[in-house]
């Protein structure tokens, strides 16, 4: 820390109780009370420096008893100490803690050229261009601007202190950033066999663009926000005004706090021994605030960052602005959001259900109207009757957000309190060709399912309306054929277009085996004849295999035949089952490379796909 060292005389002062006294041999002629503290002076050392004790003194020349009160001073009887020490030569030491009340205190007594050369103002301006080089010093001094923050305001100080600390943060920090003493004390080296002048290298080696988050996050907010103000108009990259902006809300609040805490995680901050108590209001008004500061620029915070803000924001019922802005927010990168995350309790007066539902529905909306506004959205991807479901779908935005909104419903599926509309409402927003598979939807359906058994035939058949039949992979299909939660009509629809798949692979393998065929018989003698033959043979078990599949498959309808009304086989011959006859299953001919299945007609059945072309009782 820099100091500038005023005077040569020795000490002459000397306090009693809440009086200063100088002993400089002639009793003192002035008392002059600052606050609580009265000091015993002379006038000529004083009137001589300074043009308002000047008036003042000569005022009171004819009183009896010469005092005089200057309980407006800046910086209090601390400044007016230094002061009075300087006019009469005494030793006094300036600090990057004390210059800046002992400046707006010399301009209060308008101690300027004019009543001595080097006189306090000049020398405390000096000094302050000395702070302003250094880091540590200028925080020093615009900390203690919050003292005398009116005057300092009207001489700018604050707004230059800002100004050096802003140049500083903008700068290389491999050149410009200088240890400081707060991350010193910080930092921690556990005594790892390290010498300390190694530390000291590593540390500087390793200095990043985030070395000044720590000593910002000290500032009060208004300081806090008029140096992020300064960095931004200087090019700061909104990434690392957003990671500072971060570790700041860290620190101050409370409820932000994560599991795994770390200072190069910008998601969280080690702040566990500064975290602030402030008032719930004050914490509110904080958040409000750094939601504010926010950058516009997407990605540039966290999706769970922002959920953090958004479930603190709802806990302090903050402004409705307030929570709007960071949904939006979250919508607009909802796809980088985890599961758990969107877990958000229930905040409202009247919690009807454990999560707050509502809340995620806007966030979906929100993502929904901005993918739909992009460029570059996802193409509808439409599966045909019999086509088969690639097994590893490209991951785009939108298909990352149906995954995390099917396994959100099957989190929330077990509330008996969720009301079947507002479930259907949210798993309806994801269009169709978002979901490749939908074992996801088939999941959170059946969950709610079990929990909700008083739902109604019709009420489980609108409710199976939200998953297409097509898209259920081969477990899903095995476990929906067997499940006496799902309607009747769902059950054959996915028996049916399981079947309508295998008939499809067979025809396939046919197809690949006369391409085979034909190609091999051109170029190969007697031995690749041979060859030929086990291929044939091998693809012939396989054939026999899909066939035994399709046996098992038509054994399972006529035993859900038994099981049901006449009404139900109804249906199955309309979608063309007859009873299988095991005997002569496995004679009968395969399927060739034009068989196809008829797909039910749209008045009889049709596939569950988001609810349209159902059948009508």
Known sequence: MVCMKLGSKPEAFQREGQTWTCKAGLPGDVVIEV?????????????????????????????????????????GAKSFEIIAKFCYGVKVEL?????????CAAEHLHMT????????????????????????????????????????QELHIDSRC?????????ADPILSAQPSSRRKKSSSFNGDGLWNGICTEIESQTVGEDWWYEDASFFSLPMYKR????????????????????FYANRHLPGLMGKSISKNNVDHVNTSSSISSLPEEDQRHLLEEIVSLLPEKKGVISTKFLLRLLHTAMKSHASSTCREDLEKRVGAQ????????????????TVETLYDIDCVQRILDHFISADQDSEGSSSPCIVEEGQLIDQNPPLTPITKVANL??????????DVNLKLPKFQMLAAVIPDYARPFNDGIYRAIDIYLKAHPWLTDSEREQLCRLMNCQKLSVEACTHAAQNERLPLRVVVQVIF???????????????????????????????????????MNDMGLKVSELEKECLNMKQEIDKLGKGKSSSSWSILSLLGFKKSNPKNSNTSKPCNSKATASPPSESTSAPVNGGENHEKH
């Open 35 to 75: 606050g609580e503290m009265s000091f015993h002076l002379h006038k000529f050392p004083l009137l001589s420096r300074s043009g308002v004790l000047e008036k003042l003194i000569q005022d009171i020349t004819d009183q009896p008893n010469c005092s005089l009160q200057l309980h407006d001073l800046p910086g």
């Open 95 to 103: 600090t990057p803690t004390n210059v800046v009340s002992v400046r």
């Open 113 to 152: 050229e004019a009543y001595g050369e080097g006189n306090l103002i000049k020398r405390t301006e000096d000094f302050l261009n000395e702070v302003f080089a250094n880091w540590d010093d200028t925080i020093k001094a615009l900390e203690s601007c919050e003292d005398v923050l009116s005057y300092a």
């Open 162 to 170: 800002i100004e050096s600390l802003a140049n500083k943060a903008c």
């Open 227 to 246: 140096l992020i103000f300064a960095v931004g108009s200087k090019g700061m990259s909104p990434e690392i005004t957003a990671a500072s902006l971060m």
């Open 334 to 349: 909802l796809d980088q959001a985890a599961l758990e995350d969107l877990l958000i309790p229930n905040m409202g007066f």
């Open 405 to 414: 909104v099917d396994g959100y419903l099957a989190e929330v599926a077990p």
């Open 497 to 535: 277009f399981e079947q309508l798949r295998l008939r499809t692979s067979v025809a396939g393998w046919f197809f690949v085996s006369e391409n085979l065929e034909n190609s091999q018989g051109q170029q190969v003698d007697a031995d690749g004849k041979e060859d030929q033959g086990t291929g």
